[in-house]
């Protein structure tokens, strides 16, 4: 394995898509730290850190958006928005594609019409920028509308400037940093390595790697008359994260191979066809959506059953609602339904066998023992019908598992993240589907990749002449010059800031 990474630079083209790629993740990390003009980002953050203190860090919806977002929301900073506003408009037309025949006929245009629903999704991603900056600055105006708990009398004010102005200047410039973001991703994809949106929440998501080894390190290594953990917990929590790493990677990889043979056919003085193939079913259809999907909607009747029990006066309702969040059976109840509900509601929109099955009898193809058309369709419902069964329970098991270890085993919230749940679902794909771009390239130069036996499967039908160009070594060194001046004046303010402190 070591070898493949020493091999990934020895090839011009793979090397300029890696430098390239690093050097536009480390702009969207240096977007996630500069400020809005006009905030003041310490008693957002003294709150969030009280909130991960008690646990509950996490435990809402504006914990799991802090989270795609790597923190820039905390630090109220031009990236606050992230690129979840071009994720929600792109699922938003991938399921209108399914119910509108419009978009569905855009989408079987080719090139012509997937630029199309290309372009309706950034003008969409503008709209959703707008409405959720202006939300999102009038809430940090009124700060414990939107986090629960939040007292200007404790924490103090966030904005400290007069309301108009902040406001127009404030959307307009986290509306331009999710343009940027949207940008950037794309260029990724085009002229980089990976998935350049998934790539983007993926590196926010393990920027609290370090502040989750320094936690680790407490764990363990704690003053004395303080409680702490020993060598055996220390061993338990490793074989845990090396049993979840290994269950998402089979969740994620996990699919059946369904044989399909294709019939003889004579074109000319040709004899085509006849070859055997087999098509795909993947264990975990919709990814990790239901986890998302599930995440968000069960907290909302939790926040409005909370503020009416709280306005009322009514006990019943606040307990009510206080069962509904993380730690309580009901919870988890709800959770597991949701999930499951989600995992088959998108498996019914995005998976077509009727589709399938007419594609399959149009090139000559059928399935061993099943004839074509209608019956090939059942089958292929009722199988998926049975794995998306097994793919729900095992993202229920996955995203309970952190919960498990916070609350039953008192783990810190920024450890436990770790050991699964929604950011390590993503964590996981996005590499395996990075590593699978990069041992592609080291194949076709005859290069071993990261496994001497056995290759990663790949989990889409992507391949890397799908992607664009790569840009020259030139262009990426003076890309990687403006990144290193960034960089060196950073280290310089860090420093002086530390030694004006100490």
């Not at 004899?271 to 239901?290: C, D, E, H, T, W």
């Not at 059953?305 to 606040?318: E, I, R, V």
């Not at 009898?361 to 009722?382: C, H, M, N, Q």
Request: charged share 10%.
């Amino acid at each position: 394995m070591l070898s493949a990474f020493t091999n990934s630079l020895k090839i011009p083209e793979l090397r300029s898509r890696i430098f390239y790629t690093l050097a536009l993740l480390f702009v969207a990390r240096v977007g996630a730290h500069i400020p809005l003009p006009g905030i003041d980002p310490k008693p957002l953050q003294d709150f969030f850190a009280a909130q991960t203190a008690n646990g509950s860090g996490s435990g809402n919806v504006i914990g799991l958006y802090n989270m795609f977002t790597g923190g820039a929301l905390v630090k109220g900073a031009v990236f606050a928005l992230g690129i979840m506003p071009y994720i929600s408009a792109s699922i938003i037309f991938q399921l209108m594609t399914a119910v509108i025949p419009g978009l569905s006929r855009l989408q079987q245009e080719g090139d012509v019409g997937r630029q199309k629903l290309t372009q309706y999704t950034r003008y969409a991603t503008v709209l959703i920028c707008l409405v959720q900056g202006t939300l999102l600055i009038l809430a940090l105006e009124n700060p414990g509308r939107l986090f629960p708990g939040y007292t200007i009398e404790q924490y103090g004010s966030i904005v400290i400037v007069s309301r108009t102005w902040f406001l127009i200047t404030s959307v307009i410039f986290m509306t331009a940093g999710t343009l940027l973001l949207m940008w950037l991703g794309e260029q990724i994809t085009q002229r980089g390595i990976g998935n350049g949106v998934s790539l983007l929440i993926t590196v926010g998501i393990l920027a609290d790697i370090p502040g989750a080894a320094a936690a680790t390190y407490r764990l363990f290594f704690a003053p004395v008359g303080v409680a702490k953990l020993g060598l055996p917990q220390a061993v338990v929590m490793i074989l845990l994260f090396l049993v979840v790493t290994m269950g998402i990677i089979m969740v994620v990889q996990g699919q059946r191979k369904i044989p399909v043979q294709y019939a003889k056919r004579v074109v000319g003085n040709k004899v085509m066809g006849g070859q055997s193939s087999f098509l795909p079913l993947k264990v975990n259809y919709s990814g990790v959506m239901p986890v998302i999907f599930a995440s968000a909607i069960l907290l909302f009747p939790q926040q409005i059953f909370s503020q009416a029990g709280a306005a009322m006066n009514w006990k019943w309702m606040s307990d009510f609602a206080s069962n509904l969040s993380h730690g309580h059976w009901t919870f988890y109840a709800g959770y597991t339904f949701l999930i499951l509900f989600f995992s088959y509601f998108w498996v019914s929109v995005m998976f077509k066998p009727i589709q399938i099955a007419d594609d399959l009898k149009k090139y000559g193809g059928y399935i061993p023992g099943v004839r074509p058309g209608e019956p090939t369709a059942s089958f292929l419902d009722f199988i998926m019908t049975r794995m998306t069964l097994a793919g729900a329970i095992f993202l229920t098991v996955i995203a309970v598992t952190p919960d498990i270890l916070l609350f039953e085993l008192n783990v810190p919230q920024r450890i436990a993240a770790f050991f699964g749940g929604t950011g390590m679902l993503i964590t996981v794909g996005v590499i395996l589907d990075t590593m699978r771009q990069i041992e592609t390239f080291l194949l076709q130069r005859h290069y071993d990749g990261f496994l001497k036996k056995g290759r990663i499967r790949s989990r889409s039908a992507a391949t890397v002449g799908a992607i664009g160009e790569a840009a020259d070594m030139k262009t990426v060194g003076k890309l990687w010059l403006v990144v290193g001046s960034i960089l060196l004046v950073g280290i310089v303010a860090w420093t002086i800031k530390y030694l004006q402190a100490h």
